[in-house]
C-alpha cells in the first residue's frame, strides 16, 4: 500500500518546539519533491513549506519563515519539519504531500490540482 505516514504532532505550549516526520511506505520519496500544508477547521488549507527531491531547494511562508525548518533523509525515506518559537496561531493539523511533478516553490504550496499522494494529518496544538 502507498501511503505517507505524519508524525510528531502533539500538544505543546507557546515557544515550545516539534519536530513533525512524513515516512513513506510502499514507495521511495527519492524523486519526489515533498511539502507541508496545515489546515484549521472552517478555515482553507495552507501550504507552508516544501523542500525538491534533492534536498537542496526548500521554500517557506512568510509566516513560518526563520521559524520552521524542512529537510529530508531519502535513506530513512522521511521528510521532517522542525518547527521552534511555536505560536497560538500555528495551531492545525499538518499534512504532508508528495509530487513527482512539480518543483518546490509557491506554485507547489498553493495545493492546486492532484498531488500524488498525501498523508493523514497530524494534530498541532499550541497552547498554555
Known amino acids: 500500500q502507498l501511503q505517507l505516514v505524519e508524525s510528531g504532532g502533539g500538544l505543546v505550549q507557546p515557544g515550545g518546539s516539534l519536530r513533525l516526520s512524513c515516512a513513506a511506505s510502499?514507495?521511495?520519496?527519492?524523486?519526489?519533491?515533498v511539502g507541508w500544508f496545515r489546515q484549521v477547521p472552517g478555515k482553507e488549507r495552507e501550504g507552508i513549506s516544501c523542500?525538491?527531491?534533492?534536498?537542496?531547494?526548500?521554500h517557506y511562508v512568510d509566516s513560518v519563515k526563520g521559524r520552521f525548518t524542512i529537510s529530508r533523509d531519502n535513506a530513512k525515506n522521511t521528510v521532517y519539519l522542525q518547527m521552534n518559537s511555536l505560536k497560538p496561531e500555528d495551531t492545525a493539523i499538518y499534512y504532508c504531500?508528495?509530487?513527482?511533478?512539480?518543483?518546490?516553490?509557491?506554485?507547489?504550496?498553493?495545493?492546486?490540482?492532484?498531488?500524488?499522494?498525501w498523508g493523514q494529518g497530524t494534530q498541532v496544538t499550541v497552547s498554555s
Open positions: 510502499g514507495f521511495t520519496l527519492d524523486y519526489y519533491t
Open positions: 504531500a508528495a509530487d513527482a511533478g512539480r518543483f518546490c516553490g509557491r506554485y507547489y504550496l498553493k495545493g492546486l490540482g492532484r498531488y500524488d499522494h
Open positions: 523542500i525538491s527531491y534533492t534536498g537542496t531547494s526548500t
